[in-house]
């Protein structure tokens, strides 16, 4: 399973991090993935990383702003959020697809 946490309120312009905790499959031989859903409109891939932190890849949206990276001995990845903006209000939802395994999501409000 895939828990997120650190959800929460932020002003725009400040920082969170996203934490997602895996178990139950062989968390290193993945690939993982952060998504987002905002009210009212479609999920979408927020950032990936490869299994071995190889290669990371960004929506155009938060490049430059968000950083993904894991604990491959934790079995963790983690999603840095800074300089928020409000529109990044949204649920998000870390995700194995190779095994089809979601988290549940955290909600992340950006606003002042």
């Known amino acids: 399973q895939l828990v997120e946490s650190g959800g929460g309120l932020v002003q725009p312009g400040g920082s969170l991090s996203l934490s997602c905790a895996a178990s139950?499959?062989?968390?290193?031989?993945?690939?993982m993935h952060w998504f987002r859903q905002a009210p009212g409109k479609e999920r979408e891939l927020v950032a990936f990383?490869?299994?071995?932190?190889?290669?990371?890849t960004y929506t155009k949206s938060v490049k430059g702003r968000f950083t993904i990276s894991r604990d491959n001995g934790k079995s963790t990845v983690f999603l840095q959020m800074d300089n928020l903006k409000p529109e990044g209000t949204a649920v998000y939802y870390c995700a194995a697809p190779g095994i089809n395994l979601w988290g549940q999501g955290t909600l992340v409000t950006v606003s002042s």
């Open positions: 139950g499959f062989t968390f290193s031989s993945y690939a």
């Open positions: 990383i490869t299994s071995t932190s190889s290669s990371t």
